[in-house]
């Protein structure tokens, strides 16, 4: 039994090392694969912080994105409002654009008409400058005349008044005859005047 016993004894030595043996490979095994494990999970780590910092960034690139899109859609929105706006002003600018040149338009018109008008009334003012030149020289005929005709009353005047005279001459001659032929008592078939 000793035989069996020492064998047996050698054999749970052996496989007692040969545990120990193999919980020490693996042990170291494992204390490498932790260690593998732990470098593996430290670098995972700072690529996952890594991540995590670049995934922050582009969140707030992303936020940063989605409000300046916010704002660029905000001012589409004035510009489309404004642009709304400048169609509307346009389009009453044309209309008032088109107004102004049908009432050029009827301006010219009555401008062409008035020069027509100038120009008529401008030959009938020629027209009535040369009859007015011939009325003055008509008038200054007519005046020439009328101091003519006034000379020639005035000589008639003047002959006027000397017959007048030699009239009342005449008149005081026969009132002296017939105060001297009344006075002679000489019967004259006519009536003397007093």
Known sequence: MTLIGTRLNVV??????????GTAGATVYYQQSVEDTRG???QLRQENAALE????????ELNRTRDRLESLNRSLQTRQTDLQDLLSRLERTERQLADTREELNGTRTRLDRSRAEANRLEEENQNLRYNISQLEDENVRLENRVDELDDRIEELNDRITQRDNRIDELENDVRYFCNRVNRTRVDVSGRCPP
């Not at 749970?12 to 043996?21: C, E, H, R, T």
């Not at 910092?53 to 707030?60: D, F």
């Open 12 to 21: 749970l030595v052996a496989l007692v090392g040969l545990s120990v043996v």
């Open 53 to 60: 910092n670049r995934t922050e960034q582009l969140r707030s």
């Open 40 to 42: 593996q999970t430290d």
